[in-house]
């Protein structure tokens, strides 16, 4: 049975991009500066490089309904998939009971859980968050600045800020997000956004026109060894994820871009299951503290902010940075949680095993 979904603006995807991209068209708000946050103060950069960018989902939704919808031969299906398999036949999935074979079967089903087991420090993190579009009684926000991190508030055993996307003088979503390993109720961050818009913005009135919640899972690679040969995880079941920083939106259009790439080419759609460079190198140390020593999260970041410019971060982020750049950045960061987490990682063993891959 098919069942179309009614579309709803469930998320807004962000990213920087010194490029064009296939959504030029549909991006809903640009900025050219950034803030961050903190008790040392705000520091407010012009990126050089980059722009900042909002994609509405709803608008993401419809645009990409109204290309596939330019390929006549195309059998869209709705419905709850129970299984996504492979026999002597082929990959498969079960579709309301249904099961469909095909030459490959691209999966990227993903449900993300409530919490990671607290007690293996191989079972990751989750970003989660919960945010709200607000109208302001009165002009509070700097349209021209969003602020990507606001840290201001006492953190506890795990790091924690509010992130703000202004799109007027009235106008923004604000919301706030967790490194940890479980969620929490909903009442906590709804609670804890009224005290923060009455805190820093003064606001006690104000219209909410939409919430948006979002659970993200921080883990490092290698994603689970894929036991189909014909089935290609997607997105975040296919690791797309940068796991310190839940990005992924972009990462997903560079892999799609390459699995197309490969089919025009009459080769196996399947990209390497993980990277292994220096940069999960570096995403390894950094999860490591921020599940082991959340606290330190924030004097990182501060450290971070406060002494590189913004477009050096957000290359790094990008994981385009030189050796070079990446010096100059590392130099700025307090070494000591760094050289404890190598040791934890590497000290012992010499081979990194505390990350675990995605359940199947
Ligand atoms: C609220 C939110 C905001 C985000 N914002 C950003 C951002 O600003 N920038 C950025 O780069 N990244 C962001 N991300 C991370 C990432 O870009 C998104 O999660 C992105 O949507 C991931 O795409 P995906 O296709 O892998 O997974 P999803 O978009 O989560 O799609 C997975 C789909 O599979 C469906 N599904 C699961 N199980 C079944 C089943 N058994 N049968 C049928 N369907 C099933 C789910 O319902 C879901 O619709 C955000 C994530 C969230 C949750």
Redo the contacts with the bound molecule.
């Keep these: 049975m098919d069942k179309s979904p009614k579309l709803r603006n469930?998320?807004?995807?962000?990213?920087w991009t010194s490029a064009p991209t296939s959504f030029d068209d549909i991006i809903a708000h640009r900025w050219d500066r950034m803030a961050y946050r903190d008790e040392r103060g705000e520091r407010i950069d012009h990126l050089q490089s980059y722009q900042y960018q909002l994609l509405r989902g709803i608008d993401f939704y419809r645009h990409t309904q109204a290309a596939l919808a330019d390929f006549p031969g195309l059998d869209i299906r709705y419905?709850?998939?129970?299984e996504v398999g492979e026999d002597r036949n082929g990959p498969f999935v079960i579709l309301e009971g249904e099961k469909i074979h095909a030459s490959w079967v691209f999966n990227?089903?993903?449900?993300p859980p409530a919490q990671v087991d607290r007690q293996s420090p191989k079972a990751g993190l989750l970003q989660h968050?919960l945010g709200w579009t607000v109208r302001a009684e009165r002009e509070v926000f700097d349209p021209h600045t969003p602020v990507l991190m606001d840290f201001q508030e006492e953190q506890g055993d795990f790091a924690h800020f509010y992130y703000l996307l202004p799109f007027s003088r009235r106008e923004a979503l604000v919301e706030l997000t967790y490194f940890s390993p479980a969620v929490l109720p909903k009442a906590t961050y709804r609670t804890k956004l009224e005290a923060y818009l009455k805190r820093v913005y003064s606001l006690d009135r104000y219209e909410q026109l939409e919430e948006?919640?979002?659970?993200?899972p921080m883990q490092g690679g290698p994603v689970d060894t894929n036991p189909h040969p014909h089935v290609v995880r997607?997105?975040?079941?296919?690791g797309?994820?940068k796991p310190t920083t839940?990005?992924?939106?972009?990462?997903?259009q560079e892999q799609t871009r390459q699995i197309v790439q490969l089919l025009e080419a009459g080769e196996p759609p399947k990209l390497p299951a993980w990277r292994h460079d220096r940069f999960a190198f570096y995403d390894d140390l950094l999860l490591y503290i921020l599940r082991e020593q959340g606290h330190m999260g924030k004097a990182i970041f501060s450290r971070l902010f406060h002494h590189n410019p913004m477009d050096r971060i957000l290359t790094f982020l990008n994981e385009q940075s030189n050796l070079v750049q990446e010096g100059l950045l590392f130099s700025t960061l307090p070494k000591r949680p760094f050289f404890q987490a190598i040791w934890a990682l590497y000290g012992t063993t010499g081979t990194k095993t505390w990350i675990q891959p995605f359940p199947g």
């Design positions: 469930d998320r807004t995807w962000c990213f419905g709850n998939i129970q990227s089903c993903y449900t968050f948006e919640y979002g659970v993200i997607l997105g975040t079941l296919g797309a994820v839940g990005y992924a939106f972009l990462r997903i």
